[in-house]
C-alpha cells in the first residue's frame, strides 16, 4: 500500500487569505487527486494532478481558486485562494497505486 | 452520467446481527468499484476492489460482492468497532478524469453492544 502524508491536519483561517494543503507519499506514484469533503458530505474530485502534466480540474473548480503543483512522483500541493466560509471543507490527497487507490488522512479547513 | 447510490443513508445494528449496505452504480464502463470505511475526521480507508460481475472479496468480517447494476458490502456478525461511515465509489474507463473515484453518499453503520 501506499502511506500519504498531509500538512497541516487542520488550519482556522481568515477570509480573503490563502492556505496550501501538502501532500507526500511514501511511493512514487504518478496518478494523484485532490478531493473535498464538506460537512456530512461524499467526496467531490476538484483535480487529477499528474506528475509530468498540468492539472486537469473538474467543473465547479478552477485553477485560480486551487492552483495544483506536482514537482515530482511524491509531492503535491493544493492552495486554496481567496478563501470564504463556504471553502470549510475536509480537503484530501489520494493517489493510484497497482490499482488501489488511498487516501490521506485529510486536513480540516475551517474559514471564518 | 456516472451515478452511484448508497443505501440505507444509516443502519443501525445489534452486535452479532448481519447485514448488507448496498451500492446501486450507473457507469458506462466500469473500471473497477472500491469500498472504504470512513471515521470521523480521518481519511476513507481501502477495503476493496471490484472488477468483473460475480467477484467476490472477504476481509475479516466483511465480504463484497458485484453484480453488473449493484455491489453489496455484507458484514457477518458485527462488533462495535465495525462502527463507521462506509463508501462505494466507482472508476469508469471513460471518464475525462482518468482514474479518479466518483463516490456515492455512504452508510452510516452503528453497531451497539
Known amino acids: 500500500s501506499a502511506v500519504i502524508s498531509q500538512k497541516p491536519s487542520r488550519d482556522i483561517c481568515q477570509r480573503g487569505t490563502s492556505l496550501t494543503i501538502q501532500c507526500q507519499v511514501d511511493s512514487q506514484v504518478t496518478m494523484m487527486f485532490w478531493y473535498r469533503q464538506q460537512p456530512g458530505q461524499s467526496l467531490t474530485l476538484i483535480a487529477t494532478?499528474?506528475?509530468?502534466?498540468?492539472?486537469?480540474?473538474e467543473s465547479g473548480f478552477v485553477i485560480d481558486k486551487f492552483p495544483i503543483s506536482r514537482p515530482n512522483l511524491t509531492f503535491s500541493t493544493l492552495t486554496v485562494s481567496n478563501m470564504s466560509p463556504e471553502d470549510s471543507s475536509i480537503y484530501l490527497c489520494?493517489?493510484?497505486?497497482?490499482?488501489?487507490?488511498?487516501f490521506g488522512p485529510g486536513t480540516r479547513l475551517t474559514v471564518l | 452520467e456516472d451515478q452511484v447510490t448508497q443505501s440505507p443513508e444509516a443502519l443501525r445494528l445489534q452486535e452479532g446481527e448481519s447485514s448488507s449496505l448496498n451500492c446501486s452504480y450507473t457507469v458506462s464502463g466500469l473500471r473497477g468499484l472500491f469500498w472504504y470505511r470512513q471515521d470521523p475526521g480521518k481519511g476513507p480507508e481501502f477495503l476493496f476492489t471490484?472488477?468483473?460481475a460475480g467477484e467476490e472479496k472477504e476481509k475479516e468480517r466483511l465480504k463484497a460482492t458485484l453484480t453488473k447494476k449493484e455491489s453489496f458490502l455484507h458484514i457477518t456478525a458485527p462488533k462495535p468497532e465495525d462502527s463507521a461511515t462506509y463508501l462505494c465509489?466507482?472508476?469508469?474507463?471513460?471518464?475525462?478524469?482518468?482514474?479518479?473515484?466518483?463516490f456515492g453518499k455512504g452508510t452510516s453503520l452503528l453497531v451497539t453492544p
Open positions: 471490484l472488477y468483473s
Open positions: 465509489a466507482v472508476q469508469a474507463t471513460n471518464s475525462n478524469s482518468g482514474y479518479a473515484l466518483n
Open positions: 489520494s493517489v493510484h497505486f497497482y490499482n488501489e487507490q488511498f
Open positions: 494532478a499528474n506528475q509530468g502534466s498540468e492539472a486537469t480540474y
